[in-house]
């Protein structure tokens, strides 16, 4: 399945702002965090933001409104002047906006799209009505992040949104932060502590593979098993499924779970790898690294070629993978590649 791509940003481009999942953003509380990150894409980036009508409107008002969210994904998708949009955070949720979305609307007007976790139910609208979307960093983590955001995630963010040239070879991050993103403002100035990341580690065999980016949460994406938005199998077919797990630490025997219904789905028998987010503070790492191989062997995918520890998803730094983009996987010498641009020049070039 070919999806469309986005067109670039360009310094002085408008993006959106939206609260598709948990309304944090607007919680008197926490909107320290939003300005901050508002004010990163603003003098990092030359970029102009627009905070979507009810993108602030806070957590209780959103949770109860999800007909708000998906409105306000409708109008920054219709209005010319947004080039991109923005999550600002994930939650639990976000299939409720299900009902409300004009698939139209996403494929009429294919605008650069980011966000994770929970986003990727957002995702796999985009990927439903045809157009690659960017599983990558949230305003209220990466873009606000304390004292100043990571080289490594900004690298990724020039390379992915304001390039349409292969985004190419994606490295291990020299280092990680530790969890604990310290939202409350005394904090501020306070910057995590880093640690030395090991970098990529294979877990199956040693190949070389392509294939095109799809995956997600494996939260997520369990809850929307059943649903409209949930890929065929067939969409499966040659992919490198990427798999991350979020801040609630699932239990090693739930990660099992899950990849078991892949296999009984038939998922396993068709994707040509898997690449793994490293787990949020490392948290259950060795124990996902015996999950893998396990539950493959049950499948009789013992030699699919597994890229362990990369950096997407609930971990900082992060890189952006782009749905539907043809990747490749080394795991010989266990390096990963971007093979496409994320996305294209617009018509005046």
């Not at 403002?185 to 190949?207: D, K, W």
């Not at 987010?277 to 124990?287: S, T």
Request: proline share 5%; aromatic share 10%; hydrophobic share 35%.
């Amino acid at each position: 399945m070919e999806l469309r791509r986005p067109s670039k940003l360009y310094p002085g481009d408008t993006v959106a702002i939206v609260s598709l999942s948990a309304g944090t953003a607007g919680d008197a509380h926490f909107k320290w965090r939003t300005e901050q990150g508002i004010q990163r894409l603003e003098d990092n980036f030359d970029l102009r933001v627009k905070v979507m009508d009810h993108a602030l409107s806070g957590s209780d008002y959103l949770y109860q409104h999800p007909e708000k969210r998906a409105e306000d994904l409708m109008m920054a998708l219709k209005d010319p002047e947004v080039k991109g949009i923005i999550s600002c955070i994930g939650g639990i949720e976000t299939v409720r906006l299900l009902p409300y979305i004009d698939f139209n609307v996403i494929s009429e007007h294919p605008t650069l799209f980011c966000g994770y976790s929970d986003t990727t139910t957002n995702h796999l609208m985009f990927y439903k009505a045809g157009v690659s979307s960017h599983y990558g960093p949230a305003l209220l983590t990466d873009f606000a992040e304390n004292i100043a955001m990571d080289d490594y995630t900004v690298d990724h963010i020039q390379r992915a949104w304001f390039s349409a040239e292969p985004i190419g070879e994606i490295r291990a991050s020299k280092h990680l932060r530790k969890f604990g993103l310290l939202w409350d403002e005394e904090n501020r100035e306070i910057m995590r502590e880093y640690r030395v990341n090991p970098g990529y580690q294979s877990l199956g065999a040693e190949t070389v593979v392509t294939g095109h980016l799809l995956g997600g949460c494996v939260e997520t994406l369990a809850s929307l098993r059943g649903t409209s938005l949930f890929p065929t199998v067939d969409q499966f077919q040659g992919a490198i499924l990427f798999l991350e797990t979020s801040e609630n630490y699932m239990k090693p025997a739930r990660l099992e779970d899950e990849l078991r219904t892949y296999g009984i789905m038939g998922i396993l028998d068709v994707i040509n790898g898997i690449i793994v987010g490293r787990p949020q503070d490392g948290v259950y790492y060795e124990e996902y690294q015996k999950v893998y191989p396990k539950v493959m062997k049950e499948f009789g995918r013992e030699n699919l070629p597994i890229l362990y520890n990369m950096n997407f998803g609930h971990n900082e730094p992060k890189c952006i993978l782009p749905y539907g983009a043809q990747a490749q996987m080394n795991t010989i010498t266990n390096q990963f590649k971007i093979l496409d641009s994320g996305v294209t020049c617009r018509d005046k070039e």
